[in-house]
């Protein structure tokens, strides 16, 4: 290759490498550079401030490269000799204070959006805004392939310092990017794979953030950024209690975010991205080689609950200089030396201290204001830094993430780090994530939930109140056949009192085996209305569970239908069969007995699925079941007359909550047929009863949302209530 003007042709970093081979993939998607920005107040000499860039141009290597990869086996950086660089002034003195703040943001923006062309050198833009004789604002974007942070830092700390010499800077020569190359070409890469592979170990995917929304492709990522600042009171704290422990106060922080993560995933063993910055300490002369060795590598965090926190914390720091001393090949290759799987991030939060260009006058100019832009595909990233205070900005997705949110995850990262200023003897599990005033909101505040209730009431009671008010309200409907609130009562009434005259009372269990019909209703508050407790038996269930639950719960009485007596087992206690004995249950007394029975009494038996051994019977009182359903009726603002369906099978704590709020809220209970419908089916069915609340299983559930558009109003609940 020959190129005129080359001072000299270098090979790529590992680093560079895999920065290249990102730009090369995204060159279609989006612009990649970082920014600086700040303000400068004094009489600036543009001219000079343009000479001083220059001459920092021409003492370092990078600042003169440009990349070549097409067509080659291996992609090179090209330096120039000499390099001329320019400066962009903006003239807006004549401006309004207004519409010079709207200029300056949409050509800050612009600026960020503008891509850098990486095969033409220089891999950087230098612009100045003036907006009066001596307010300007310096706007600096560079390519992540020349620089890093710190590297950025070292380069306007010469420039600065070139021009408040007028001339007659005299810097110690500068080393070169490629002595950088030489000595990384001598390190042990075999070293560095067992390392990673050992530390990664286990780990199959990236911690939980949990408060977020779910992953999605970084092509729709948003960013935005929030910021606190650490009372200066626990800053000191901090600093004190790091000097006498022996670590930084880098690694209090580091430990923070590692303790914000265990408590928001639920997860001991935690990893994030450490962004590590500056030519490695190792290589003589470090300090004046300006180059991209910024790599974000993993930090992988075991939060042991009883551990110490000084013990955990120096943890932690020994963990960092293990990474720091393996930091030299880049992220991509230890995904690779991992057990993620491909297609996902070894960690979706990352830590990159912002180690902040320090603020100063230079020959009467005064730098202020002093930011940074950086990109990231990672949904969180906490920037702290650590002068003049000590501020923690949070950078993140915000299509991941609200503002509520990333608001409540700073005050969090405060909270611990003023739980372990304030007590650093203290153990990990004790250091407190809230606040005092959203403790007391939680714990306080939110279980503030007393409202009144009925609480010596009864189920049948609260239905009574509702046929003696509304008995005319259609309170089952199947099919084309409907029975109101009057005449359920009185054939419930009459069930109750031939339950009477079979020793039915409070605490009596009477088993109820019916299909979805007129008599399931009429079964089960009859029962209620005896004082019994009624037992759900599905008659589809095999004989042999059926036997179980019949002895399990000692039912006395068995009510059923005449068409199902020959599948049912044999049981110690009496049946009686809601339909064939009807004639003589209809002799019996039409008015509400008195049975004695209490809010305290048993209102019903459910067993459980036995999917982890047998069956197991939940028994629930009607104090119990009054409570709840009167705040699903309240909560949920169920009026008189609401049309509800009842889908699922009565052995199925589900039905529980299609029946008793309809019934003690005059509601309609629209009964399914006994094989219900799915999908389209089921919608007709919904739109033919005018349904306006249904419960469903998910699996049902799933068939009406997906296989069939919602074009009817009304509340579904799968194991949770949701308002279409």
Same mark, same amino acid.
């Given at each position: 290759? &020959? &190129? ?15 920065? !290249? ?96 062309? &990486? ?11 003036? @907006? ?213 991030? +070894? ?53 991941? @993430? ?70 005319? +309200? ?24 031939? !339950? ?9 269990? +009477? ?12 079964? &089960? ?130 039905? +529980? ?25 089921? !919608? ?9 609340? !249904? ?18 109003? @009304? ?10």
């Amino acid at each position: 290759m &020959i &190129i005129k003007d080359a001072e000299t042709i270098l090979p790529l970093s590992p680093l560079q490498e895999a920065l !290249l081979a990102r730009e090369v993939e995204r060159s279609e998607r989006g612009a990649t550079s970082e920014q600086w920005r700040c303000r400068l107040s004094g009489p600036l000499n543009v001219s000079l401030f343009e000479k001083a860039w220059q001459y920092v141009v021409s003492r370092h290597q990078l600042l003169r490269a440009f990349f070549v990869w097409k067509d080659l086996a291996k992609p090179v950086q090209v330096v120039h000799k000499q390099l001329t660089v320019s400066l962009l002034h903006n003239d807006w003195r004549r401006m309004s204070a207004a519409t010079q703040a709207g200029e300056l943001n949409n050509f800050i923006q612009a600026e960020r959006d503008r891509p850098i062309d &990486i095969s033409k050198a220089p891999l950087l833009r230098l612009s100045v805004c003036q @907006f009066a004789d001596d307010e300007y604002q310096f706007v600096w974007s560079y390519h992540p392939l020349i620089l890093d942070d710190l590297s950025a830092q070292l380069v306007l700390q010469e420039v600065f310092a070139f021009y408040a010499d007028q001339h007659g800077h005299t810097a110690t020569p500068a080393r070169c990017y490629r002595e950088y190359l030489a000595w990384l070409k001598q390190q042990n890469s075999t070293t560095v794979e067992e390392f990673w592979r050992k530390e990664l170990r286990g780990f199959h995917s990236p911690t939980s953030l949990a408060v977020g929304r779910a992953r999605g492709d970084w092509l729709t990522q948003e960013f935005d950024h929030q910021e606190i600042t650490i009372p200066q009171a626990t800053q000191t704290q901090l600093q004190l209690l790091a000097e006498t422990h022996g670590f930084n106060l880098r690694t209090l922080i580091d430990g923070a975010l590692a303790l914000l993560l265990s408590r928001y995933s639920d997860d001991e063993d935690v990893i994030f991205g450490l962004r590590v910055e500056g030519c490695p300490p190792e290589l003589p002369g470090a300090g004046s080689i300006v180059g991209p060795f910024a790599h974000t590598l993993p930090l992988r965090v075991r939060v042991s609950p009883d551990r110490q926190v000084i013990d955990w914390l120096n943890e932690i720091q020994s963990r960092y200089e293990e990474v720091r001393r393996h930091q030299y090949h880049p992220l991509e290759q230890a995904k690779k030396w991992s057990e993620v799987p491909e297609g996902l991030p +070894v960690f979706e939060s990352e830590i990159a201290f912002d180690n902040g260009f320090s603020e100063g006058s230079y020959a009467g100019i005064h730098v202020s204001e002093v930011d940074s832009f950086r990109q990231s595909n990672v949904a969180l990233t906490l920037q702290p830094r650590l002068s003049p205070e000590l501020t923690m900005k949070l950078t993140y997705d915000r299509n991941r @993430f609200d503002e509520e949110t990333i608001a409540r995850m700073l005050n969090h990262l405060r909270t611990i780090l003023e739980g372990i200023a304030a007590q650093p003897e203290q153990t990990v599990n004790s250091v407190p994530l809230l606040d005092q005033q959203e403790y007391r909101q939680l714990v306080t505040e939110l279980n503030d939930t007393d409202i009144g209730y009925p609480q010596d009431q009864c189920i049948h009671w609260m239905f009574e109140s509702q046929a003696e008010q509304i008995p005319e +309200v259609d309170a089952v409907v199947v099919g084309n056949e409907r029975l109101s609130y009057a005449a359920l009562n009185e054939r419930a009434n009459q069930l109750a009192h031939h !339950l009477r005259s079979l020793a039915v009372g409070p605490e009596v269990r +009477v088993a109820i085996c019916v299909e979805r019909s007129f008599d399931m209703l009429v079964g &089960i508050i009859g029962i209620l209305k005896a004082g019994g407790a009624y037992v759900p038996l599905d008659p589809s269930y095999p004989a042999e569970r059926l036997a179980f639950m019949l002895e399990d719960a000692h039912a006395s009485v068995l009510l059923t239908q005449e068409r199902l007596v020959t599948q049912l087992p044999s049981h110690s206690g009496r049946t009686v069969c809601i339909d064939s004995d009807w004639p003589q249950i209809s002799e019996q007394d039409k008015t509400n007995p008195n049975s004695g029975v209490v809010g305290d009494n048993l209102a019903y038996i459910i067993y459980t699925s036995g999917s982890t051994g047998k069956p197991k019977g939940v028994m629930v009182t009607h104090r119990g079941i009054c409570n709840t359903s009167e705040v699903m009726v309240r909560v949920y603002d169920f009026p008189p007359g609401t049309r509800m369906l009842q889908f699922g099978s009565l052995s199925f704590d589900m039905a +529980v909550f299609d029946i008793i709020p309809a019934i003690i809220s005059g509601g309609t209970l629209v009964l399914a047929p006994q094989n219900p419908p799915t999908g389209q089916d089921l !919608l007709e069915l919904v739109r033919e009863q005018d349904i306006e609340v !249904l419960t469903l299983p998910p699996s049902v559930l799933a068939t009406l949302l997906f296989g069939a558009p919602l074009d009817h109003r @009304f509340m579904v609940k799968a194991n949770y209530w949701l308002s279409l």
